[in-house]
Nanobody, 127 residues
Framework: QLHVVESGGGLVQPGGSLRLSCVAS????????IGWFRQAPGKSFEGVSC??????????TYADSVKDRFTISRTNSKKTVSLQMNNLNAEDAAIYYC??????????????????WGQGAQVTVSS
């Protein structure tokens, strides 16, 4: 069973930055479409960003709520996918989940598209 792990969550002040990372045991993430999702208390589960596999040119997609503030990227080693989050505000506070699927299709901000999920990383935005 593929094991997905997120890291990098924590407490940040409004306007601050955090970088989340996602790794998966024993696989080359470059073969996978990867998405980041979040769940805040009392809010709907939301797709934040995704990146397609190498055959799709690593095309990225962002939710309107995070566009121009968040950046998804892969490391050169192809073993980690990161989500750089800048100018964070209270609306960004949530548990963030990394999700993977071995797909040749373009990634989607749709939770049903993904097969493997991490346990989540807490992001708290507070002064």
């Amino acid at each position: 069973q593929l094991h997905v792990v997120e890291s990098g969550g924590g407490l940040v002040q409004p306007g601050g930055s955090l970088r989340l990372s996602c790794v998966a045991s024993g696989v080359n993430l470059d073969d996978y479409a990867i998405g980041w999702f979040r769940q805040a208390p009392g809010k709907s589960f939301e797709g934040v960003s995704c990146i397609s596999n190498s055959n799709n040119g690593h095309k990225t997609t962002y939710a309107d709520s995070v566009k121009d503030r968040f950046t998804i990227s892969r490391t050169n080693s192809k073993k980690t996918v990161s989500l750089q989050m800048n100018n964070l505000n209270a609306e960004d506070a949530a548990i963030y989940y990394c999700a993977l699927v071995p797909s040749e299709r373009l990634c989607k901000l749709d939770e049903s598209f993904y097969d493997f999920w991490g346990q989540g990383a807490q992001v708290t935005v507070s002064s």
